[in-house]
């Protein structure tokens, strides 16, 4: 059955009532909502004693407030009951509650719809227990002991809340108030589960930044949520250690499986007959037998339950998978096909449509790039078409051939009497010189030592000179003169130039003849020099004509470019007119388009949308048909792991070993002497020690030659501990019976038992990791929400007091609270600071709270700070912040001012502030609070208080009447009505 929720709804808090709540007078209390609601105490020597703590925190636990840990059980609201040990004589004359009830009256102003809700408090679990009905129902009676008794009749006549059951503490919050906070508080009592810093109990600089956000958190409500991060950690924490559990485990058992799966491998086969102890052996194994066979019947059932439970899961399967075949129909995935399709198209034109016109600008502006220069060009023509200047280019190329020609003439010329220059100034002799150089022998040209006079070559003159010249059989030009005594050498040096003439003091040697006859170096130097000067200003007047037809011929290409520039600058104006009518044509094409691509892209986002919708759904159900999946999985896991179970009990290889059936065994067992397992024992070890004898032979009692295995298990029994002796027998037996029955039967099993809890336990260990995995994301997650509600809280309470600091005497104030780091440890409480702020002065910064000031301004911000935290708990509804102890440390001024400022933000804001008082508090605050409420004690041998004062005013006549009958005088019973029958004083 779904529980109702929010039941209170808008209802606020009219009227209490306790019923074995610590000493309290079972007398009802009204209360005015929206105001400053005051307890005062009169005990038998001061204020204390009168049970105001009680009495507040029996209101906190009746609107729910989150500390007294409702989740857990709210074991703690059970030290509320009333303890005889605390009074005078009680716990002889009195005897201790074992329940008792908070009963609370809840009422929507002016309209009249009131609602009476129980809280029964149990000594024992269920801690709380939860009950309501429409109208006022309390508990009415002429004393004290007939309101008790009373009280439980009322509570059996009240509707169970949940059907057949109560609804209890961990959905409290969550029934009655739809898990809206409708309480924050301060208390100083030890029946709370935790005890929350008091902003106003001490001066505010003497507490610490961590206390003032612990005192935040359980005036705005995130000690809860605090407390859930902490479990997160917690459980994150656990799953790793588990894990870390199922690791060594895992690495224990193979590290056994391989020790004992090397001692299989080591076995070696043997036949030895064990007829006598198998014979004394054979009660044990019957035992065993009869024993495994109760155990398999066991886990028959067990397997049965997991093959019904993966029955049902398949079922769900199959009826969820019909679900997802049918959302998987692919008419709408063929339409958003075909939409897509045509999207595509249209944004194919229009992208080719973009293209061209990209194209097509790129165009235009290349052709506009190259009309100022074709412009530049054309100027260079001087009027000349293409054809005239390519006449005058070709005429002017003529020119410059003729001229290079002309200058290739000279330039041989020159090059000719340079040539000639250079033979004049090495002398006629220069080859037989060089030879003779070649060969180290020193000489010299005979007529470049001869100086003629220039009259002497005159032949008319007559002179020897004259005639030397003239006579052409001296041959004088190539003749050289050498060192007598190296003419051998010399002679043999220019054999290869014939016609050399060699003079020495010995003689002349003629070597060849001689064609001319040349004398005077200097006047051949001179004449070779005429000769290559007028050669080079022939060079240079032909350079000159070369310079001038290479002038006019650039000049010609000049212009025959301009001519051919003008022809393309027409041929690209009239490009670029024709790519500025085709840029128009595709502007106006791409503009007709875009509606019909605007059309198609919404229809495709449409159909999108819903295959969207389609996939998100069928993701739920596979999301569901996974978690049938691995239900049914477990489930196959369990039979599985139950199967493995039943296999490893072996009940067919313990039948085998016996030879026969459990009836068989247990005939057997009745059959044979009625021997205890003692005296079976000691005959089987006895006849065991023979086999081995038998066996081995000597090598029985070394074990040399027995597999390792079996000799440390004989070597184990033979240590002297019957428990060692008892504990390694059967592997003994099983061991010394394979040899000698020759089976490999039992190995086979052993291996697959051991590869079968290796595959469990490496699924345990991953099952294991993905867990903590799995709670670290979790956890991760939830501190990050975490931090931004309690940022946002911390803000609006920052907000809060601001507007309450300037708005009552203030220059403003602020909180500082930076994110703290999560702790590693798991069991630490997220431990935030808040560090509050406030201006001195207009126009000031802010300074900390711990900064030095006088007391008076310390306790006027504490004020502010609690008042600012109450009206961002509100949250837009109806909240009770309820104080202990309240204004304590405060000084006399700051007590009124505090009491009133509680009292107007009460009024304001819809919030009902209920404070308990200490004597000295008490006159600052009963002219100023809006209702007063005074317990009364007179002794401490009274079991309960007595009825209180209480004094107030509630501007709504109709829940005053309402309730007069309770509170205005005692009756025993009241008129039948729709609220039920009761009585009150």
């Known amino acids: 059955m779904t529980q109702t929720e929010n039941v209170v709804g808008d209802r606020v808090l009219v009227a209490v009532q306790a019923i074995n709540i610590s000493r309290l007078s079972t007398h009802p209390v009204p209360t005015v ?46 030290e509320l009951l009333f303890n005889a040990e605390l009074a005078a004589h009680g716990d002889q004359q009195w005897a201790s509650a074992d329940h008792g009830y908070i009963v609370g009256v809840f009422d929507v102003p002016s309209a009249g719809l009131p609602m009476t809700v129980w809280l029964r408090v149990n000594r024992e679990a269920p801690y709380l227990e939860i009950r309501w009905t429409e109208g006022v129902r309390l508990a009415g009676g002429a004393s004290e002991a007939d309101r008790v008794t009373r009280s439980d009749e009322v509570w059996a006549q009240l509707p169970r809340s949940a059907g057949r059951r109560d609804v209890v ?8 108030y739809g898990d809206r906070v409708r309480c924050v508080s301060f208390l100083s009592t030890s029946v709370r589960s935790k005890v929350a ?44 250690v588990r894990a870390a559990e199922a690791a060594d485990r895992l690495h224990e058992f193979e590290t056994e499986s391989q020790a004992l799966l090397a001692a299989f491998d080591r076995r070696d086969q043997a036949r030895v007959q064990l007829a006598s102890a198998l014979r004394c052996w054979r009660g044990r194994l019957a035992r065993r037998l009869v024993d495994a066979a109760a155990r398999d ?13 993966a029955e049902s899961a398949s079922d769900a399967i199959a009826t969820l998978r019909e679900e997802i075949a049918a959302l998987k129909d692919d008419s709408l995935d063929r339409a958003l096909a075909s939409a897509r399709r045509e999207l595509a198209q249209i944004q194919a034109r229009a992208a080719k449509l973009e293209a061209d016109r990209a194209v097509a600008q790129s165009t235009v502006d290349g052709l506009r790039s190259q009309t100022p220069a074709l412009e530049d060009l054309r100027r260079q023509a001087d ?31 020159a090059e000719t009497a340079r040539a000639a220059l250079d033979d004049a100034e090495n002398g006629p002799a220069a080859a037989q010189l060089a030879a003779l150089a070649g060969r180290g022998v020193a000489a010299a040209s005979l007529l470049d030592a001869v100086d003629v006079a220039e009259q002497a070559r005159d032949a008319s003159a007559g002179g020897p000179a004259a005639e030397l010249v003239a006579t052409r059989a001296w041959p004088h030009e190539h003749a050289v003169i050498v060192d007598g005594a190296d003419l051998a050498a010399a002679a043999k040096a220019l054999a290869d130039l014939p016609g050399s003439v060699l003079v020495s003091s010995t003689g002349v040697t003629v070597v060849g003849a001689f064609e001319s006859a040349v004398t005077g170096r200097e006047a051949r130097v001179k004449a070779a020099e005429q000769r290559l000067n007028r050669a080079r200003d022939a060079q240079d007047r032909a350079a000159e004509v070369v310079r001038q037809a290479e002038a006019e011929m650039a000049e010609a290409v000049r212009r025959a470019d301009g001519a051919r520039a003008a022809v393309r600058l027409e041929d690209v104006r009239t490009r670029l007119e024709a790519q ?15 509606p019909a691509l605007d059309a198609s892209e919404e229809s495709v986002s449409a159909l999108d949308f819903r295959a969207r919708t389609r996939d998100m759904e069928i993701e739920r159900l596979e999301g569901r048909r996974a978690r049938f999946e691995a239900d049914r999985d477990r489930a196959r896991e369990q039979a599985a792991r139950t199967t493995a179970e039943r296999r490893a009990l072996d009940l067919g290889g313990l039948t085998e070993e016996w030879c026969g059936t459990v009836e068989e065994a247990r005939g057997w067992l009745a059959a044979e002497e009625p021997l205890t397992a003692d005296e079976w024992w000691r005959g089987a070890e006895r006849h065991l020690d023979a086999a081995l004898r038998g066996g081995f032979g000597d090598s029985a009692e070394t074990g040399d030659e027995m597999p390792e295995e079996l000799a440390f298990l004989v070597n184990e029994r033979r240590s002297g501990r019957s428990a060692e002796e008892l504990a390694t027998f059967p592997a003994v037996c099983a061991a010394l019976g394979s040899y000698l029955r020759g089976q490999e039967e039992y190995e086979r099993h052993r291996r697959q038992q051991i590869e079968t809890q290796l595959s469990s336990r490496r699924r345990d260990l991953e099952t294991a990791n993905r867990g903590a995995e799995d709670a670290a994301q979790s956890t991760a997650v939830h501190r990050a929400a975490l931090t931004e509600a309690i940022r946002a809280r911390l803000a609006r309470v920052a907000e809060e007091f601001e507007k309450l600091d300037v708005g009552y005497g203030g220059y403003g104030a602020t909180l500082d609270f930076p994110v703290p780091a999560a702790p590693a440890d798991p069991e630490q409480r997220w431990s935030w600071r808040v560090v509050p702020k406030w201006r001195r002065g207009d126009g000031q910064g802010f300074v900390p709270y711990n900064r030095r000031a006088n007391t008076a301004l310390m306790d ?58 200490q004597d000295d508090m008490e006159p600052y605050a009963i002219d100023a609070c809006g209702q007063y409420v005074k317990l009364r004690r007179s002794s401490d041998a009274m079991p309960y208080n007595e009825p209180p004062v209480i004094v107030g005013h509630d501007r709504h006549a109709e829940r005053v009447r309402m309730l007069a ?10 008129p039948a009505g729709p609220g039920g029958v009761a009585a009150g004083t």
């Open 297 to 309: 019947e066991e886990l028959d059932a067990e397997l049965a339950t997991c093959e019904e439970a």
């Open 169 to 176: 503490a961990r959905d409290l919050t969550r029934v009655l």
């Open 965 to 974: 009958d309770w509170v205005a005088r005692p009756r025993a019973a009241s």
């Open 860 to 917: 006027e911000k504490a004020v502010k700070l609690v008042c600012a935290a109450a009206i961002a708990s509100s949250g837009g509804g109806h909240l009770t912040l309820v104080l202990d102890e309240l204004g304590r440390n405060l000084g006399k001024e700051h007590r009124r001012e505090a009491v009133a400022l509680f009292r107007k933000i009460g009024e304001m804001h819809g919030i009902t502030v209920i404070g308990a008082l």
């Open 197 to 240: 810093t008091n902003l106003l109990s001490q001066p505010l600089n003497e507490i610490s930044p961590e206390r003032i956000f612990e005192a935040i958190a359980a005036l705005t409500g995130l000690d809860a949520e605090l407390d859930q991060e902490r479990e997160a950690r917690r459980d994150e924490h656990a799953k790793r």
């Open 383 to 413: 009027g000349r078409d293409v054809a005239t200047a390519e006449r005058e280019k070709a005429a002017a190329r003529a020119r410059v051939d003729e001229a290079l020609k002309a200058l290739g003439v000279a330039d041989s010329e």
């Open 33 to 78: 909502p929206g105001t400053l609601i005051v307890v005062a105490g009169a005990g038998p020597k001061d204020s204390n004693g009168a049970g105001k703590s009680s009495f507040i925190a029996a209101i906190t636990a009746l609107l729910g407030d989150e500390q007294w840990r409702f989740a857990s059980g709210a074991k703690a609201v059970s």
């Open 580 to 594: 500025r009518e085709l840029l128009t044509g595709l502007h106006a094409a791409a503009d007709k388009l875009a």
